[in-house]
């Protein structure tokens, strides 16, 4: 069994549009996270999300928005698309432990 | 920040032991050190993590130096599967954050 999902794994689209990556653990875990990696392979964290509690990266654009529906699921929101944002972007989750669990990732082509 | 210094890359043999430096000459006293690997792609995968003592597991083992300012990920026994990007990571004890760094590329060649 997947421990996190992430759909869809590739998302090819054009500057401007609105679109969203979801995220899914069945792993039971409090919180989740989401990252991107950048062209040049670097991971950054963009929020980390526990329960009902936001922390936002302060260099992530308010363009990027998670919307999380229930404990299990953290989706990413993404509004007017740019070309900087191509990228890797990657679910995380975490159980209180020192362990963070990461889905395979999306990759997004904005053209 | 706290950061983390890799070398870029390195090589390995097969079946050889592999020791994967890191430098975190700023690392505050309770934060932890972790290590992930990333094969290609793929999501990053949790390899291990220490605070002051050296550390042992099934996939490796990590030699944190007396003072922390510096690590090392022992592979035992390289194989091909091991070929990734291995992170260096230092979870900040203020907020939790995990700050990936550059990540060193190791090689194993046949």
């Known amino acids: 069994d997947t421990a996190v999902s992430q759909t869809p794994k590739y998302l090819v689209t054009q500057m401007g549009n609105d679109k969203s990556i979801k995220c899914e653990q069945n792993?039971?875990?409090?919180?989740m996270y989401w990252y991107k990696q950048d062209s040049k392979k670097f991971l950054k964290i963009m929020f980390s999300y526990n329960n009902k509690e936001l922390i936002i990266n302060e260099t992530v654009p308010n363009r990027f928005s998670p919307k999380s529906p229930d404990k299990a699921h953290l989706n990413l929101h993404i509004n007017s698309l740019e070309l900087g944002d191509s990228a890797v972007y990657f679910c995380a989750s975490n159980g209180g432990g020192e362990t963070q669990y990461f889905g395979p990732g999306t990759r997004l082509l904005v053209l | 920040d706290a950061k983390t210094t890799q070398p870029n890359s390195m090589e390995s043999n097969e079946e050889e032991p592999v020791h994967l430096p890191c430098n975190h000459s700023?690392?505050?006293?309770?934060?932890?050190i972790h290590w992930y690997r990333q094969l290609p792609s793929q999501g990053p995968e949790y390899v291990i993590h220490?605070?002051?003592s050296n550390v042992n597991n099934r996939m490796a083992s990590l030699a944190i130096a007396e003072d922390r300012k510096s690590s090392t990920l022992i592979l035992h026994r390289a194989t091909l599967r091991d070929a990734a990007v291995y992170y260096c990571?230092?979870?900040?004890?203020?907020?939790?954050?995990?700050?990936f760094g550059a990540g060193t590329r190791l090689t194993v060649k046949p």
């Open positions: 792993l039971g875990h409090d919180t």
């Open positions: 700023t690392i505050s006293g309770t934060d932890y």
């Open positions: 990571i230092l979870r900040l004890s203020d907020n939790n954050d995990m700050r």
């Open positions: 220490g605070l002051t």
